[in-house]
Every structure is written in structure tokens, then in C-alpha cells.
């Protein structure tokens, strides 16, 4: 059973505090209608993905489901 998937808050807040490239990114994409959703709510989603705290073996369960 996989327990449940959390972030590590502190490395989300870091990433959101120094992701500037991604935000200007995100700007950019906006500008031209590819992401229609306010960018800073857009970039706290994706820090907090990339925060994501989890074991290989959880992973691999989670890969499981995709591969079936």
C-alpha cells in the first residue's frame, strides 16, 4: 500500500522564493494564451511537484499503475 504522498515544505517555499526563469516562463507562456490561470498560483503547484517526497519503492507502485 502506498502511504500518502506529501512535499517538503521548506524546498517548495525555496523553489518558489528563487524559480525566476520558470516564472518569466510562465509570463511568457501566458502572454500567448498557453496557460490561462494566474502565473503565481501556476508556479506554486509546480514547486510544491517538485517537492514531492516519496521512496523508490513508492514510485514504483505508482509506476505500475501507468504501466497497466
Known amino acids: 500500500m502506498i502511504k500518502s504522498i506529501t512535499y517538503c515544505k521548506e ?23 498557453i496557460i490561462r490561470g494566474n502565473v503565481e498560483e501556476v508556479m506554486d503547484v509546480y514547486t510544491k511537484q517538485c517537492a514531492i517526497m516519496m521512496n523508490s519503492l513508492d514510485l514504483a507502485k505508482i509506476a505500475c499503475v501507468f504501466f497497466h
Open 11 to 33: 524546498t517548495a517555499a525555496s523553489e518558489f522564493e528563487t524559480s525566476m526563469i520558470n516564472r518569466a516562463m510562465c509570463y511568457y507562456m501566458k502572454q500567448y494564451h
